[in-house]
Every structure is written in C-alpha cells, then in structure tokens.
C-alpha cells in the first residue's frame, strides 16, 4: 500500500500517467545534433553516449554535480566507490570532452564532496583555469557516531579562458545588521525597512546561507543528491547573463533547468534515469507559473532565515 504523506509534505512525485506524459517529451540523440535540437531540453542518454553528439561551443555555462566517489544508489542507477586513481579516470572521460562544448568566454562549476574533491581538481586543471573552490554548508541529516558530520561540499569555479562573465552586484548577499551604525543620523552602508536593517554585502567563496531542500519545500524530489535552486541561482546569475544556455550533463531531478528557466536562460539538460528526467520536466512545467527561488527575492539573495518583503506579504 502507497504511503500516504503528511499534510504538509510538498515532495514533488509522479503519477503513472505523468510519467507517460513527460517521457514523450525527453530527447535521445542519434546523430550530431544542432544547438537548435537541444535547446531547452531534457535528453535521456549516458553522459558518455550523448556527449560526443552535442554541438560544439554552445555553452555559456556547465553545471556539474557528478556522483561522488561513493557507493550510491540513484533511484534504477547504482554507482559503485572506484579507488581513487579509477575515480579520476573516470572524471577525465567526460571532464576532457567539456571544452569542444563551451564558449571561448564560459565558465565550469564542478561539485564535489572532500573525498572527491582533490580527484575533480587534479582533473579540471588540465584542461580549464580553476579560478576558485566554493565551500558551501550542506546542513542536513543526523551527526557521524565517531567522526566529524559530513555538512559542507565544494564546487570548483574553473573558466575556459582568462576572458569569463561575472556579475558581482547580482549575487550581493542581503545580510542583517547588528550593530547599525548611523553617520549625521543617516544609515551608513545599510537601509532600513520594515523586515529590518540590512547591508548588502560582497560574495565570498564560503556559503552558509543554503537551505538544502526538505519535504515542506515546493522544490523537493526524492533525488538523494538534490541540489538547490538558491545554490544553482547564485552560480547562473554570476556567470551568465538572460539568454544565455546553461548546461548541466548529470541533471538529477532537474534543478539547474529548471533554476535557469526561472531566470530567464536557456538550458540543456542529460540524465540517465528515467524518472528524474520525468520530474525534471514537470518541474519545468510547474515554473511557467511560479517563478519564485526560496531565498531570492526582488533581485537580491537574502540569508538563510531571514524574513523577506515576500514572505511578510504573505503573512499579512
């Protein structure tokens, strides 16, 4: 018998004829395709097969979140730990491929955990700039019994080129401030409003302001690795501009279309499983009427916990 969810529980499933429905709309590539062909969809094929067929040079920016060197379980996928030096073979398979598909001024952001990371770096700086390593916290689930909890991840900002996009002003933290200070009774670096006083601040390489997605979040799959759309907002509007094609070759559940949709770019999207493709396009759908990325509002990234104008309306 199906488990029935909680009244508040948002996850985001699929009925069978959804599946039908959506799976109808998924692309597998046979031949050389054309930027045209791909543009803003979801192709269902192994990232080694789909790539050599991708159109060269099409990318503005590459969003990767591989499997981790871990003994993992995708839904109908399982992905079994390699040691090391196996695991680094593995990422230059496709790593090498990237360049052909990315334009002289793109940018590359590669995910990882601490025990692949230094694997993604030893790979991504043969073929790429590897410009910076964002640490961003991932806090979520119970604490190890006899180690340090595992809460943070990393993603390496590489560029093809030295000439790359970045919009500094458009990914400014709003931050509350403690400790107001005022010049000639005026507010300095900092405004006021009625949910509060804030500064907006300068980026950093470490992010603590991520909500990793939960039951009661509009945007929640079953995808155990789910990224969040914050997560892939603040990369896009970084290191592209509206218009643009943003790439993702391990899709999941589809954060990054569906983040890039919501912001006005153009995405292409591979993944091998069926049913996160699936979810990938119904989350598509459901963002022609809702827009809305939790924690960015009005143009501005705000810190985790904070109450936005947005919610404070919808309070009143």
């Known amino acids: 018998m199906k488990k029935e969810k909680a009244p508040y529980n948002r996850t985001l499933s699929l009925s069978k004829e959804e599946k039908k429905k959506y799976s109808e709309r998924l692309l597998s590539l046979s ?148 400790a107001p200070y005022k010049e000639d009774g005026k507010p300095k670096d900092w405004e006021e409003s009625e949910s509060g006083n804030f500064r907006l601040t300068a980026p950093s390489n470490l992010w603590t302001d991520i909500t990793v997605p939960f039951w009661s979040m509009p945007e929640n799959t079953d995808h155990p690795t789910q990224k969040p759309e914050k ?34 770019r153009n995405f292409v999207g591979i993944e091998a499983d069926i049913d996160y493709c699936c979810l990938a396009e119904k989350r598509l759908e459901l963002a022609d009427n809702d827009q809305s990325i939790q924690g960015f509002y009005d143009g501005v990234f705000w810190e985790r916990n904070s109450v936005t104008p947005q919610q404070r309306k919808k309070e009143k």
Request: net charge positive; proline share 3%.
């Open 231 to 264: 997560l892939l907002a603040k990369i896009i509007m970084a290191s592209s501009n509206e218009g643009d094609i943003i790439f993702d070759p391990f899709l999941g559940s589809g954060t990054t279309s569906v983040t890039a949709k919501k912001l006005k």
């Open 31 to 178: 031949h050389n395709a054309k930027v045209s062909d791909v543009l803003n969809k979801t192709i269902h094929q192994d990232i080694l097969n789909a790539i050599q067929l991708l159109p060269d040079t099409f990318a503005d920016v590459i969003f990767v979140d591989p499997p981790y060197n871990l003994h993992k379980k995708f839904n109908n996928i399982t992905f079994a730990q390699m040691e090391d030096e196996e695991y680094e073979l593995w990422l230059d398979s496709w790593i090498s491929q990237l360049p052909r598909l990315m334009k002289p001024d793109a940018s590359l952001y590669l995910c990882g955990d601490w025990k692949s990371s230094s694997g993604l770096y030893n790979v991504a700086k043969k073929y790429f700039y590897v410009r910076n390593r964002i640490t961003w916290e991932r806090e979520k689930g119970r604490g190890a019994s006899a180690n340090w909890k595992n809460c943070s991840e990393d993603i390496w900002f590489c560029t093809k080129s030295n000439s790359y996009t970045f919009n500094i002003d458009a990914v400014k933290t709003k931050r509350k401030v403690l």
